[in-house]
């Protein structure tokens, strides 16, 4: 669906279900991350876009004091008084309850909630869903308090909320493309200078496909946790070897990591090597973009997988299984896993006269393998997310 039918439907299901238009609408894009994945948080490097899926919030302050939330993906509605949040509250409500209360504390939120959540963006397919989810509603509630928080300072709230609510230590990617993105460019981001450069996205001929493993990704109970620890003790033994100036991973060079042997265990080294050769592939992939040098980007893509695959090792049989089908079809310069891996989406760069029959081959291809039916879709490039006030 594209976003003016979801905004739509959005607003009319909160009008059916509460009997009044809402006040408040937001709206937050998803993203597909090109290149620079397990780098936020390690001071590196990334360059993702936006994509045309959106999670999406209608809202309307309520005077009970109370929270109604009704989440349309999932067809399921509570109602609770903030901080007093029923037993058994699924994530996405549990979410909003931390996000009330946290307004409340911060920016003088008055009073409850009456909210309608929605969203194209499939939960857990490792395509920045939570992220937009977060966003959209903060954008909202922002709206609804008297104090105000900076856009800049925006994605590390979202993020810091997320890592609360949500029981994972993200890194703030997801957040600060949501809030930054623009159509038609990428946004290469460093996170130890927190600059932000938006590169137009010269893909000569080229479409970008989605393609969803459907295994949800279960960022908390999976190994990104786990990920995150290895780079901390990879960096207090680190600093050890090569001096307390560095600040994290993304200041040790390729040309050191030979020094980095005796000291750190292999998933150590392994997360040093993914960081260090994954911001190199991010400027590769940056100045391939600008050339429009399609097939440089592809290698440096395939190259991204197989590091995500033996180095970081959060790639899983499926999303394996699709990036190699994905990279022998005719037409296909490179492809790999997004996201944080241990299940979710890849991608293909694909020519764009050839997407029809890439999408057929690689449909029958997963259906074959895995008797199951593979949701697999073109995505082109979008705006940031932003709010508005509903007139009706
Ligand atoms: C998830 C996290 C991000 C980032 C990616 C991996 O999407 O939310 O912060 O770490 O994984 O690049």
Redo the contacts with the bound molecule.
Sequence with gaps: MSLPPLVSATRQFFKDTYGVPPVIMGQAPGRL?IC??????NGGL?LPMAIDRHAVVAVKPADSGRIRAYAMAFDEQFEWLPGHAPEGLPPWANYIDGAVLQFRDDFGLPGGIDIVVNSDLSIGS?L?SS?AFGVSIALALQILSPRKIKLAELPTYCQQMENSYMMVE?????QTIALFARKNYALRIDFTSGTRALEPLRCKNCQFIVMESTEPRQ?ATSG?NERVAWCQSALIKSRKLLGDQLKNLSDISRGQLPQLKAGLNPHELSMVRHVVTENERVDICARALVKGDMVTLGSALNAAHASMRDDLEASTERLDYLVETAQSQVGCLGARLV??GFGGSCFALLERDRVESFISAMSDSYKKKFATELPIYPVTSDDAASVWRVYD
């Design positions: 991350n620079g994945e397990h780098t936020d948080y990334a490792g920045g992220a993200t890194g703030v990617l997801d960022l990104y996201g944080g």
